[in-house]
């Protein structure tokens, strides 16, 4: 069975860093497109970042542009959102996503990764 388990996340002042990994099971992440995705309190999920299979394509939503990062590790078959400069709208729960085509969301999610930035 295709899975997603997630690790990270945590509550960090404004400012900080922390980094999201997502390592799928039963499933390469060079045969998917990965994305992340965050839901806040009261608010529906949305688009954050996402990644090609061949890792040559990144789209990220405009409000973490410049802020974070996504990437692949082939090797250890796992994506990682890397997030910097965390602002307290950033809070909310982060979930790894796997789909088939890069146009759609996919139907494989992860658990969920709570993430609060606050002072």
């Known amino acids: 069975q295709s899975q997603l388990v997630q690790s990270g996340g945590g509550l960090v002042p404004p400012g900080g860093s922390l980094r999201l990994s997502c390592k799928p099971s039963g499933f390469r992440i060079s045969k998917y497109t990965m994305s992340w995705y965050r839901q806040s309190s009261g608010k529906e999920r949305e688009f954050v970042a996402k990644?090609?299979?061949?890792?040559?394509?990144?789209e990220y939503a405009p409000s973490v542009e410049g802020r974070f990062t996504i990437s692949p590790d082939y090797t250890n078959n796992s994506i990682y959102l890397q997030m910097d400069s965390l602002r307290p709208d950033d809070t909310g729960v982060y979930f790894c996503?796997?789909?088939?085509?890069?146009?759609?969301?996919?139907?494989?999610w992860g658990q969920g990764s709570p993430v609060s930035v606050s002072s």
């Open positions: 996503n796997a789909g088939e085509d890069w146009a759609t969301r996919g139907n494989i």
């Open positions: 990644i090609s299979r061949s890792g040559r394509s990144v």
